[in-house]
């Protein structure tokens, strides 16, 4: 059974941090990623994660968010910190059984995904 169950949205000043987690119960070779979505525009990727935990990051996020799995809890990670209003969207948590190294930010090559959390930044 494949799901995904995304928590830790709400509201922040910007400037302010907030920790994403999804408890995702799939098998720990699959990889994992955060992506994001606002009313009118493409779901886009934020964070990828492998199995072997190597990152991936899109340039807009890069120094200020980190992703991370702990395989004991079943849970992935987004760590975003120095947040703008720019960040402001749904966030979801996506998994796939393969995809290629430089795919993974591609929402295209995932096939399971969670319900989503709601971030929203003031300025």
Request: charged share 20%.
């Amino acid at each position: 059974q494949v799901q995904l169950v995304e928590s830790g949205g709400g509201s922040v000043q910007a400037g302010g941090s907030l920790r994403l987690s999804c408890t995702a119960s799939v098998p720990d070779r699959y990889c994992m990623g955060w992506f994001r979505q606002t009313p009118g525009k493409e779901r886009e990727g934020v964070a990828a994660i492998d199995s072997d935990g190597s990152t991936r990051y899109a340039d807009s996020v890069k120094g200020r968010f980190t992703i991370s799995r702990d395989a004991a809890k079943n849970t992935l990670y987004l760590q975003m910190n120095s947040l703008k209003p720019e960040d402001t969207a749904m966030y979801y948590c996506a998994a796939a059984p393969w995809v290629f190294p430089t795919s993974t930010l591609d929402p295209n090559r995932y096939n399971s995904w969670g319900q989503g959390t709601q971030v929203t930044v003031s300025s």
